[in-house]
């Protein structure tokens, strides 16, 4: 961990890279430019391992996607489950290089580096160990606290730590990210992060552990309103115009973008890279021939929330958002295979026509892509977020192709709107479960109506703010934590909620779609389609939490411990 920094990527768009042979420990941090280099594979290579965790906790467990016989889609993940054995690996990994780094910049910078670019360094590492801890205890509930991974391993105690309660990490994560926002920027520039991103992820924390001891902290909710107020008033972002724009690689570094993973496909070191496309993508998407994700699809619930019905022709296109989200039958997309797009029925790439158009001359000018003849999705739908298309979409977006099982796609990990609708939920929690409070409302508004022609709301409750968030933020990661934090003071409510999502799927779409496509978009016929309904049923508080792996538990056999307390003063930066 000591050295892999100095091989990733570099201080002005984290892709450069300095020579590997040139450099170590002793005589790399010279001046800021290095400093800056030694934190760049923090924004990716350690991440690399929760990509597919990181989106079957976040979406496929909250039922907005469905994911075939996954454990994920019916709670029942165990401790050898591998995408949770990478999950946890991960973020362990984000923590080990964050407290290296650290104390690398503490011990090595040299006297040509300023103080500016030490603290901005080093606050970009505790605003990303934060990040890792805030996954941590949203997913396991109490953790160790590894504050400092050299020292554990010279007195050989690395395996024997304790889990800190929940409450002593959240407390944790706090101090972090205060130190964090005392040394980074007021602003940054090429996606690194400042002290507003840290202020925004800080007024998540808030939100979060107002319900860790079963009831709402009041002092914590409004610490929520005055962070996230004060990201939204002096943080000089604003929301992305264009909300489908924030998913394409020119969305990479947009200003909405506040914290992000920041993937690269250039160059040959493996991890770097964003492989979602491979996982969520439609096969026969791209070139590579590496995408496999059709046969799953955002969830019939998901749809429902966006008022579309797969079994009807006409889309309603109520919130621009969904068709930013959901790929349906009959949308056209002007953004994938752009170099392609003449080639189909509509002008635009439409699902319908890239997997039932078998012309010969159509497929020689699609280069042979092909959808197969089939419908893959049963849920009538396929994923949009965290596709860039074919290799000339990528290389229109970021100047280079992509690779297999490789994008340099950002993936937005917190975001202004998400900053925005934290204010308006804190607020209107501090306010009994409905509010007209005047921030509370524009901040509301503002990511309401970008996407939606609706009047401005003038009283906001608590259920209309969950429903706008799980719209806004959909198949983003992020909806599991929001079922975590409702339980944690109101499990029955969260657990109600699951049980009432549809998470089936439906038969007969793909002839029903095929005939409509050949008939030129004439004959719809649904008589033979429907819904196979699937519920969740015994939905238990404890379903909140993730076990720990094995592979954990065998090299610290103390998780399988009740967590204890743990003094966090004893921790300083």
Not at 314 to 334: E, H, P, Q, S, W
């Amino acid at each position: 961990m000591a050295v892999t920094g100095l091989s990733l990527s570099a201080c002005d768009d984290f892709l450069d890279r300095p020579v590997e042979d040139s450099y170590n420990v002793d005589n790399f941090y010279l001046n800021d430019a290095q400093l800056y280099q030694a934190v760049n594979p923090i924004y990716n290579s350690p991440w690399y391992d929760f990509q597919r965790g990181f989106f079957k906790v976040g979406e496929v467990m909250a039922g907005n996607y469905y994911w075939g016989s996954s454990p994920y889609l019916t709670l029942t993940v165990n401790s050898t489950d591998e995408d949770l054995v990478n999950m946890s690996a991960s973020l362990w990994s984000v923590n080990a290089y964050c407290n290296t780094q650290i104390k690398n910049i503490d011990e090595k910078a040299g006297s040509a580096c300023t103080q500016t670019a030490i603290q901005a360094a080093k606050g970009e590492c505790l605003t990303l160990k934060a990040l890792a801890y805030f996954f941590l205890v949203r997913s396991f509930g109490g953790v160790p606290i590894i504050h400092d991974n050299s020292s554990l391993i010279a007195n050989n105690s690395y395996n024997d730590v304790y889990r800190a309660k929940p409450e002593n990490v959240y407390d944790y994560i706090v101090k972090t990210l205060e130190k964090a926002i005392e040394w980074l920027p007021e602003s940054a520039s090429d996606g690194r992060i400042d002290r507003y991103c840290a202020k925004g992820l800080l007024a998540k924390v808030y939100l979060t552990k107002a319900g860790i001891s079963g009831t709402l902290n009041i002092e914590d909710l409004k610490k929520a309103v005055e962070l996230a107020k004060d990201v939204k008033d002096n943080s000089g972002r604003e929301l992305e115009e264009n909300y489908s724009d924030i998913f394409r690689l020119s969305g990479n570094t947009c200003p909405e973008s506040l914290i992000a993973w920041r993937w690269t496909a250039e160059g040959t070191n493996w991890t770097r890279q964003n492989t979602l496309q491979s996982d969520l993508a439609p096969s026969g998407f791209d070139e590579t021939g590496a995408t496999w994700g059709g046969w799953n699809g955002p969830s019939v619930d998901l749809l429902a929330a966006f008022e579309e019905n797969p079994l009807s022709k006409d889309r309603v296109n109520v919130d621009a958002r969904r068709k930013a989200t959901c790929m349906m039958a009959g949308d056209v997309y002007d953004y994938f295979w752009t170099d392609r797009s003449s080639t189909f029925a509509l002008g635009g790439f439409e699902i319908c026509d890239f997997y039932f158009n078998t012309n010969d001359a159509t497929l020689a000018a699609r280069g042979n892509l092909t959808g197969g003849g089939t419908f893959q999705s049963p849920t009538g739908a396929q994923e949009v977020k965290h596709l860039v298309g074919d290799n000339a979409d990528h290389i229109a977006g970021i100047g280079y192709g992509m690779q297999r099982m490789a994008t340099s796609l950002a993936t937005h990990i917190l975001r202004l709107a998400d900053v925005y609708l934290i204010l308006a939920e804190a607020q209107c929690l501090i306010d009994g479960g409905t509010t007209s409070n005047a921030d509370a409302l524009d901040a509301f508004n503002k990511v309401h109506n970008r996407s939606c022609t609706w009047k401005e709301e003038t009283s906001l409750t608590w259920e209309k703010i969950w429903k706008e968030r799980r719209l806004e933020l959909a198949l983003e990661g992020d909806s599991w934590y929001d079922y975590v934090r409702l339980a944690y003071y109101d499990s029955d409510r969260a657990i109600n909620m699951l049980m009432n999502q549809e998470r089936g799927t439906y038969y007969g779409l793909s002839d029903a779609y095929k005939t409509w496509f050949e008939s030129g978009y004439t004959t719809w016929d649904m008589s033979s389609a429907g819904l196979s309904s699937s519920k969740l049923t015994n939905v238990t508080k404890e379903m909140f939490t993730l076990p720990f792996p094995d592979t954990d538990l065998l090299m610290n056999p103390h998780l399988s411990e009740p967590p204890v307390d743990v003094d966090i003063n004893q921790f300083n930066y």
